[in-house]
C-alpha cells in the first residue's frame, strides 16, 4: 500500500515530543487513544482503496459515452427514427387494412361455422329421431315378443296334456298291437 500508516505514527511522535531519533522517547503503545485513531485512519484508507471501486467505475462510464458518442455518431439515432416511421407506418396503414381484412374474411367464416353449425344439428335432430324410431319399434317388437312368449307359455300346459294323450293313445295302439301279434304268434308255436 502507500504506506501511510507509518508516516502518520511517525509524524505523531514527533508532535507528542518524541524526536524521532534513537535516543527519543519510544513510540506509544498501541494501547493508547491516539494509536487507536490512527489504526482506524489507516483501515478506513485500506477498506476505500481496496473495496470502493466508484472512482474506477466512474471513470469507464465516461470513456465508454465518450467513445459511444464520437465512434458512433447518430447513427443509432437514425436506426432509431427509421424504426419509429415504420412502426407509425404500421400503425397508420397497415394495422387498419389488416383490420379491416380480417373483419371481412371473419364475417364471411362466421358464415360458414354458422351454416355447418346449423347443418349438424339438423343431423343430430335427424339422428336423435331414427334413434327414437328404432327404439319406439324395438319396444313395440319386445312387447309382442312378450306377449308371444306368455301366450307360448299358457299354451303349454294344453299341448303338453295333448301330447300326453297322443302318447297314451300310440302306447295304446302298439299294445293292442303287440297283443295281436302274441296271438298270431301263439297260433304258429303250437306246430
Known amino acids: ?83 419509429e416511421n415504420t412502426i407509425q407506418e404500421t400503425n397508420e396503414r397497415l394495422l387498419p387494412k389488416c383490420r379491416k381484412t380480417m373483419e371481412g374474411s371473419l364475417g364471411e367464416t362466421l358464415q360458414r361455422l354458422q351454416a355447418a353449425n346449423d347443418s349438424i344439428c339438423r343431423l343430430q335432430q335427424r339422428e336423435q329421431e331414427r334413434k327414437k324410431v328404432i327404439n319406439d319399434h324395438l319396444t313395440a317388437s319386445e312387447k309382442r315378443r312378450l306377449l308371444q312368449w306368455e301366450e307360448f307359455l299358457n299354451g303349454q300346459p294344453k299341448r303338453r296334456a295333448e301330447v300326453d294323450e297322443e302318447h297314451r293313445r300310440a302306447m295304446e295302439r302298439l299294445r293292442e298291437q303287440y297283443a295281436a301279434m302274441e296271438k298270431d304268434l301263439a297260433k304258429f308255436s303250437t306246430f
Open 1 to 83: 500500500m502507500s504506506g501511510g500508516g507509518t508516516e502518520t505514527l511517525v509524524a505523531c511522535d514527533a508532535a507528542q515530543g518524541g524526536g524521532g531519533g534513537g535516543g527519543g522517547k519510544k513510540r506509544d503503545s498501541l494501547g493508547t487513544p491516539g494509536a487507536a485513531h490512527l489504526i482506524i485512519k489507516d483501515l478506513g484508507e485500506i477498506h476505500s482503496r481496496l473495496l470502493d471501486h466508484r472512482p474506477v467505475t466512474q471513470g469507464e462510464i465516461r470513456y465508454f459515452v465518450k467513445e459511444f458518442e464520437e465512434k458512433r455518431g447518430l447513427r443509432e439515432l437514425r436506426v432509431l427514427k427509421n424504426l
